[in-house]
């Protein structure tokens, strides 16, 4: 599900701003780098009652604030992209991933095999959303070729609140 517009100016602003302005802690991880969120006010803006709600009526499923931080990464120029993968589930039920994209100069693109085996190709452009749900379709994100970046907030919206050993491995990135 991709949903363009998503965040208010105001709300857009204080995270492109906080983020941008506090880069010290960015870990490296081969193509990208990325640190937990833990800003409060980030996190009532990105896990508001209206955002949940509205993504809860377009999954058709209910959905919870997941425990596990959301990410801020960047992916800068050159980066090679993510390699093709399906994203691993942390809980009992398959979570949903919400990349909320703040700013994208590049030419990098996300692409998935949908249930038709076709190939998706999509540009996400700042101020978006794609939700994609755990053990599901495919993606990757094509490699920066320009001298662009793309930096996102990764965040999960969870079906329960029973993780898995997938959870505490993923957690330990940040440790």
């Known amino acids: 599900i991709?949903?363009?517009?998503?965040?208010?100016?105001n709300d857009l602003v204080y995270i492109k701003n906080l983020l941008n302005n506090n880069n010290d802690d960015l870990i490296y991880e081969r193509f990208r780098y990325t640190k937990p969120i833990y800003d409060n006010h980030i996190l009532d803006i990105i896990y508001?009652?209206?955002?949940?709600?509205k993504i809860q009526s377009l999954i058709n499923n209910k959905i919870y604030k997941s425990k596990f931080p959301p990410e801020y990464r960047i992916y800068p120029s050159n980066s090679q992209g993510m390699p093709w993968h399906s994203d691993i589930l942390l809980y009992d039920?398959?979570?949903y991933e919400?990349?909320?994209t703040l700013s994208n100069n590049s030419n990098s693109e996300t692409q998935?095999?949908?249930?038709?085996?076709?190939?998706?190709?999509l540009w996400t452009e700042p101020n978006s959303i794609l939700i994609v749900k755990a053990n599901?379709?495919?993606?990757?994100v094509?490699?920066?070729?320009?001298n662009g970046t793309r930096s996102i907030i990764k965040y999960i919206?969870?079906?329960?609140?029973?993780?898995?050993?997938?959870?505490?491995?993923?957690?330990?990135?940040?440790?």
């Open 157 to 175: 919206l969870t079906q329960s609140n029973t993780i898995n050993n997938n959870y505490l491995r993923e957690l330990s990135r940040f440790r």
């Open 112 to 121: 998935w095999i949908d249930a038709n085996n076709e190939l998706n190709t």
């Open 142 to 146: 094509t490699p920066i070729t320009n």
């Open 2 to 9: 991709y949903i363009k517009n998503y965040l208010n100016y």
């Open 136 to 140: 599901g379709y495919e993606h990757n």
């Open 48 to 53: 508001s009652r209206e955002s949940i709600l």
């Open 98 to 100: 919400v990349i909320l």
């Open 93 to 95: 039920k398959p979570q």
